[in-house]
């Protein structure tokens, strides 16, 4: 994937600015640092000068500042590593909060684009990789201050000093743009690997049970290990990269060092400069090739902007957009699909799909498994927004709304809820902020969705912690259910969310949730026909289209209907419990589209 400069720049910038006051006094502590380290030999020659010239009490004046300067350069040093520890730390934090809030914001979309388990990789390898990068930057500037200063303080001492170090300077210069290069290149390539091996991972995970009921662990475990080559691959290149620059830059240096050295010592014999200038130069020369330090600090910086742009392919997905209408006050939640088509996995699933379902009344969708149920109802929540057409509440395009107002006016269950929260009370009252249901309205959700008494034969009951919470799949929908009724708004909408309870506990819940107690207009995607016979309505969604809408009754008389449930013969009976067939839930997240 293409790197761009200007958003990893862009990422790290802003990180930078977030922790504005630290980066400064990291910068400054460097720099500082840097003047100390420029200072030392100078005063070390002028000290050496002094010895040699007998005059003993300024010598020792001379000693005392050098010992000073080494004992600033130490405190110095800790302070850095105390800053940078900590602008890391922050920016890391920061990087992590602003990519994490994009995810969730953004929507399902993108963990199917990226996948789980890269997603995650980013979030925790890449952002901390990034998060170093300020503190990178801060540092390198205050490191490059210091061959800058030192070949400045060379021609103080003698301008021919300086021009012997400079022959060899564009050279060195050359060496680090080759480095940060030939570094960011076999990074990124580490880090994509890296994001494969997760993304894998998290799918096997996922799917252990299948993987255990096969027996394919060896070759599941082989699967996920696959991109291993390529990433030893990019690791021993980013070494070699990194081996190759340091080699050359301890060839180079030690012959620039030498010349700087020579020179001095031929001015010394024609009395332009003193032993103690010598000393001097000796040290600045070391000083100005110290691109040792500057090797590992470009590759440091190389690796974190490699990190900030797998960051910034994250936020270049675009954010869900909003708008600020409101909705009528009073209106009875009518749901309307004008002309929807969406596509997914290169095909159109819906093909300008036109659909109403009156406020306060129940639609079921109907259709073979892939005719794209679930679809529809995820871009009737808004989870989705279709490619062409509009889907409006009230009369309201959804897309207008702010999302507060979509968030409280439609509520929605799936058929693997997630159970986020720390409590069972928690993950029931799950809301907007400001907008969490009391605990009695808690209670009443969970009666109506049969999930009260089980929850209060949990050893905490309600304050039960989720982890230990022990739940099977149909317990996870009551949950799911009861928190969808206590969330309350005029649009409930039921993805395959009736799909694990057991016939009786299915028609104690739709008698109330479709009853006329219920004033919220429902949309319900149904495998079974019991569902489907106690809706209001039944949409049977069939090629892309709505084929028909009718009651259960009316569109039961339609042999290609009832095929739908597998039931074929005379339409005599409709909506007969255990006529429904119903298709196997796949072990994926919760509204993945
Ligand atoms: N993220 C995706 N990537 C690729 N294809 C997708 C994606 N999401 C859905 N699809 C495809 O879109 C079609 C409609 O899916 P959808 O889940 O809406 O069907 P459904 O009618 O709810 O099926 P089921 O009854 O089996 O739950 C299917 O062919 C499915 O494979």
């Given at each position: 994937m293409p790197?761009?400069?200007t958003?990893?720049?862009?990422?790290?910038?802003?990180?930078?600015?977030?922790?504005?006051?630290r980066?400064?006094?990291?910068?400054?502590?460097g720099?500082?640092a840097?003047?100390a380290g420029?200072?030392?030999?100078?005063?070390?020659g002028?000290?050496?000068?002094?010895?040699?010239?007998h005059?003993?009490?300024?010598?020792?004046r001379?000693?005392l500042?050098?010992?000073?300067?080494?004992l600033?350069l130490?405190?110095?040093?800790?302070?850095?590593t105390?800053?940078?520890?900590t602008l890391?730390?922050?920016?890391?934090?920061?990087?992590?909060?602003?990519?994490?809030?994009h995810?969730?914001?953004a929507?399902?979309r993108v963990?199917?684009?990226?996948?789980?388990?890269d997603l995650?990789?980013?979030?925790v390898g890449?952002?901390a990789?990034?998060g170093?990068?300020?503190?990178?930057?801060?540092a390198?500037?205050?490191?490059l201050?210091?061959?800058?200063?030192?070949v400045?303080a060379?021609?103080?001492l003698?301008?021919w000093?300086?021009?012997?170090?400079?022959?060899?300077?564009?050279l060195l210069a050359?060496?680090l743009?080759?480095?940060?290069?030939d570094?960011?290149?076999?990074a990124?390539?580490y880090?994509?690997?890296?994001?494969?091996i997760?993304?894998?991972l998290?799918?096997?995970?996922d799917?252990?049970?299948?993987?255990r009921a096969?027996?394919t662990a060896?070759?599941?475990?082989?699967?996920v290990l696959?991109p291993?080559p390529?990433l030893?691959?990019?690791g021993?290149?980013?070494?070699r990269?990194?081996?190759?620059?340091?080699?050359?830059a301890?060839?180079v240096a030690?012959?620039?060092?030498?010349?700087?050295?020579?020179?001095?010592?031929?001015?010394?014999?024609?009395h332009r400069?003193?032993?103690?200038?010598v000393?001097?130069?000796s040290?600045?020369?070391?000083?100005?090739?110290?691109?040792g330090?500057?090797?590992g600090q470009?590759?440091?910086l190389?690796?974190?902007?490699a990190a900030?742009?797998?960051?910034?392919?994250?936020l270049?997905?675009p954010?869900?957009?909003y708008?600020?209408?409101?909705?009528p006050?009073?209106?009875?939640g009518?749901l309307?699909?004008?002309?929807?088509?969406?596509?997914?996995?290169?095909r159109?699933?819906?093909?300008?799909?036109?659909?109403?379902?009156?406020?306060?009344?129940?639609l079921?969708?109907?259709?073979?498994?892939?005719?794209g149920?679930s679809?529809?109802a995820?871009?009737?929540?808004?989870?989705?927004?279709?490619?062409?057409?509009?889907?409006?509440?009230?009369?309201?395009p959804l897309?207008?709304?702010?999302?507060s107002v979509?968030?409280?006016?439609?509520?929605q269950?799936?058929?693997?809820?997630a159970?986020?929260g720390?409590?069972v009370?928690?993950?029931l009252?799950l809301?907007?902020?400001?907008?969490?249901p009391?605990?009695?309205?808690?209670?009443e959700?969970?009666?109506?969705?049969?999930a009260?008494?089980?929850?209060?034969?949990?050893?905490?009951?309600y304050?039960?912690l989720?982890?230990?919470?022990?739940h099977?799949?149909g317990?996870a929908?009551?949950l799911?259910?009861?928190?969808?009724?206590?969330?309350g708004?005029?649009?409930?909408i039921l993805?395959d969310?009736?799909?694990?309870?057991?016939?009786?506990t299915?028609?104690?819940?739709?008698?109330v949730v479709?009853g006329p107690?219920?004033a919220a207009?429902?949309?319900?995607?149904a495998?079974?026909a019991?569902?489907a016979?106690?809706?209001?309505?039944?949409?049977?969604?069939d090629g892309?289209?709505?084929?028909?809408?009718g009651?259960?009754?009316?569109?039961?008389r339609?042999?290609?209907?009832?095929?739908v449930?597998g039931?074929?013969?005379?339409?005599?009976?409709?909506?007969?419990p255990g006529n429904?067939?119903?298709?196997?839930?796949?072990?994926?997240?919760e509204?993945?589209?």
């Open positions: 790197t761009d400069r958003t990893d720049d862009g990422l790290l910038g802003a990180a930078a600015r977030h922790s504005g006051s980066c400064a006094a990291l910068g400054l502590v720099v500082l840097t003047g420029l200072l030392l030999p100078a005063a070390l002028r000290a050496l000068d002094l010895l040699l010239a005059a003993h009490a300024p010598a020792t001379w000693v500042v050098c010992a000073a300067l080494m600033l130490t405190v110095l040093d800790a302070c850095e105390v800053l940078g520890g890391d730390a922050r920016s890391t934090a920061f990087l992590r909060r602003r990519v994490t809030g995810v969730l914001a929507g399902p963990a199917v684009r990226f996948g789980a388990g995650v990789a980013r979030l890449n952002a990789q990034a170093t990068g300020p503190g990178a930057r801060a390198l500037a205050a490191a201050a210091g061959p800058v200063g030192a400045a060379l021609a103080v003698d301008p000093l300086a021009a012997v170090f400079l022959t060899g300077a564009p050359l060496l743009r080759a480095l940060a290069r570094t960011s290149a076999a990124a390539g880090q994509r690997a890296q994001g494969r997760a993304d894998a998290a799918e096997a995970i799917g252990a049970r299948t993987i096969a027996g060896d070759r599941d475990t082989a699967r696959r291993l390529e030893s691959q990019a021993r290149r980013m070494w990269v990194q081996g190759r620059a340091a080699a050359q301890v060839t030690p012959l620039l060092h030498l010349g700087v050295v020579a020179v001095a010592g031929l001015l010394l014999t024609r400069l003193s032993p103690g200038d000393l001097a130069a040290r600045y020369a070391v000083l100005a090739t110290g691109v330090v500057l090797v470009l590759s440091g190389a690796r974190s902007r900030a742009a797998r960051l910034g392919e994250v270049a997905e954010a869900r957009a708008g600020d209408r409101r909705l006050p009073d209106g009875p009518r309307e699909l004008r002309g929807v088509s969406a596509r997914r996995g290169g159109t699933v819906l093909d300008g799909l036109d659909l109403v379902v009156p406020g306060g009344t129940t079921a969708l109907v259709g073979r498994s892939g005719a149920k679809l529809l995820a871009l009737a929540g808004r989870l989705a927004d279709p490619d062409a057409g509009e889907v409006l509440l009230d009369g309201v897309t207008a709304l702010p999302r979509l968030r409280a006016e439609i509520a269950a799936f058929d693997r809820p159970l986020l720390a409590t009370e928690d993950t009252a809301s907007a902020p400001g907008r969490a009391s605990p009695a309205r808690v209670r959700a969970a009666r109506t969705a049969r009260d008494d089980f929850v209060r034969r949990l050893p905490d009951g304050a039960t989720c982890a230990d919470a022990p099977s799949g317990e929908q009551r799911g259910l009861a928190r969808a009724f206590a969330h708004g005029r649009l409930l993805d969310a009736l799909s694990s309870l057991d016939t009786i299915e028609r104690q819940v739709t008698d479709f107690a219920t207009t429902r949309l319900v995607t495998h079974r019991t569902t016979a106690r809706a209001d309505r039944v949409a049977w969604l892309g289209r709505v084929r028909a809408v009651t259960h009754r009316e569109l039961w339609l042999p290609e209907y009832r095929a449930f039931a074929g013969g005379e339409p005599t009976a409709d909506a007969r429904g067939a119903r298709s196997t839930g796949g072990e994926g997240p509204g993945g589209r």
